[in-house]
């Protein structure tokens, strides 16, 4: 049975890039090592003879230059010469040379004195077949200038010796080098892809189990700091997801018990008035009352939640204005009348500075209104309730004062939670779903604001926001 390959797995492309790179750097090498090594060993042996040629030239008319001449002829294995105009040797000449009067052939010099003519230098350097040794041979001429008399030409002429048997060496060299190259390659791209992928297969199971609801896997750190920043992010998501899990069924149970008790309430009392008090008015329109009150109370836990998903629909869309912040404190409080007529509670407002803002005039409506009816659900003996504007360098910071139970340093930072509640308990016809605080928070961030709170348990809790005060471009 064929054994299906997943081309898109990391380890299958690493495999894959490894051993494409390992075939370019082999295939890079024979094309310098053997194809290329013919045309590279030209251009470097015509390098060196015209790097001697010139050096020659610089040093006609010198003491040293016979001793240079004859020194470089024997070192480097090459045939330097000095001829006249007719191509006869002048230099450097032996006993016999001087019987004779050696001359360079005819066709040959001709060639060489066309193509030093025509040369833009003085010295030009080419490669010709030697039809006597059918081998390739470098010649190298130049104009030895004299002062008086005919000019001399210095022609040097070597011999470009065949590389074959090099090049041959090293296409054995090579293979064996490719075949150890590609398998060592192979292997080694095995190995590091398995090691790479492993920890990111992990990581991918273990996202499986958090995606089924399993909150207390860990994710573990690797070798790689790229794995132990993913392994951190998803521990701190898989923490936050708990809390939120916790957070929900916590939620639920609340809603539950608030829509239970009033919906309780609400059918005793109306089998009372079919029942008991259907014929006597003034027990009837106190049972009716009862049945209003708790209506009411599933009006706004229903209301608390509609507003809570619009208001999280609506947040990139702020319907900035200028306003102050203290007359719209004092609407919102004329909200709360009733608490202060018929409950004995009192609700002050202190004013100070310029508190004049730029911002969603109904949405920061909605979170005063939250901050003074979170104060009044956690209100005690002590009724008295204190709301703060004041402008504070560039800002204008609303604080709400309670005296109630305040709270606890270990839930604090839990507050601001979408459907958190405090453990602490709190007057039942008051309760809320959990949401008003978490509204807070999205709006005042929205806004690019501050808020927080200050609490001290059993003396009151004071909350805060703060927003940036309009400025008037005039001004």
């Known amino acids: 049975m064929a054994i299906k390959i997943d081309k898109n797995r990391l380890s299958y492309k690493l495999w894959k890039y490894f051993m494409i790179f390992a075939l370019i750097i082999v295939g890079l090498l024979w094309l310098l090592q053997i194809v290329f090594m013919n045309s590279f060993y030209e251009s470097m042996k015509i390098k060196e003879i015209s790097k001697i040629g010139d050096n020659l030239v610089e040093m006609y008319k010198t003491e040293e230059f016979q001793e240079e001449l004859i020194s470089l002829s024997f070192k480097q294995g090459i045939v330097i010469n000095i001829l006249d105009q007719y191509g006869n040797l002048i230099y450097p000449l032996d006993i016999f040379d001087i019987i004779k009067q050696p001359k360079l052939n005819e066709k040959l010099f001709n060639d060489f004195l066309s193509r030093l003519y025509l040369s833009q230098e003085n010295s030009v350097v080419y490669v010709v077949e030697n039809e006597r040794l059918k081998e390739s041979t470098i010649v190298y001429g130049a104009i030895l200038e004299n002062d008086s008399g005919s000019n001399y030409f210095l022609y040097i002429n070597s011999m470009l010796q065949p590389v074959d048997s090099t090049i041959n060496i090293l296409k054995n060299q090579l293979l064996i080098v490719t075949i150890i190259s590609l398998v060592l390659s192979f292997g080694l791209s095995l190995i590091i892809s398995k090691k790479l992928s492993k920890p990111i297969e992990k990581v991918t199971n273990l996202s499986k189990e958090l995606a089924l609801g399993n909150y207390e896997i860990e994710f573990e750190k690797g070798e790689y700091t790229e794995i132990d920043n993913l392994a951190n992010t998803l521990n701190i998501a898989t923490k936050e997801l708990s809390k939120s899990e916790e957070l929900r069924r916590d939620f639920l149970a609340n809603v539950t018990h608030d829509l239970k008790t009033p919906l309780t309430v609400i059918k005793s009392y109306s089998e009372l008035i079919r029942d008991i008090s259907g014929n006597d008015e003034i027990k009837r329109t106190k049972n009716v009352n009862v049945i209003i009150e708790e209506t009411d109370k599933l009006t706004k836990l229903v209301d608390d939640l509609l507003e809570l998903t619009k208001l999280q629909a609506g947040l990139n869309r702020l319907d900035l204005e200028i306003f102050d912040l203290a007359n719209l404190t004092e609407e919102v409080v004329k909200r709360f009348k009733y608490y202060e007529e018929e409950l004995g509670y009192k609700i002050e407002i202190i004013k100070s500075g310029d ?40 800002l204008v910071t609303l604080s709400v004062l309670d005296r109630g139970l305040g709270i606890d340093n270990d839930e604090i930072n839990y507050i601001w939670d979408r459907y958190y509640r405090s453990g602490k308990s709190h007057i039942r016809e008051k309760s809320g779903s959990g949401i008003g605080l978490s509204m807070v928070k999205s709006i005042i961030s929205a806004h690019g604001g501050e808020y927080g709170v200050e609490s001290t348990l059993g003396k009151g809790s004071k909350f805060y926001f703060s927003i940036k005060k309009y400025i008037n471009p005039d001004d």
């Open 355 to 394: 508190t004049i803002v730029f911002a969603d005039k109904s949405k920061i409506h909605q979170a005063i209104y939250n901050l003074v009816n979170n104060a009044i659900n956690y209100t005690t003996e002590n009724k008295l309730i204190t709301i703060t504007i004041e402008e504070n360098n560039q």
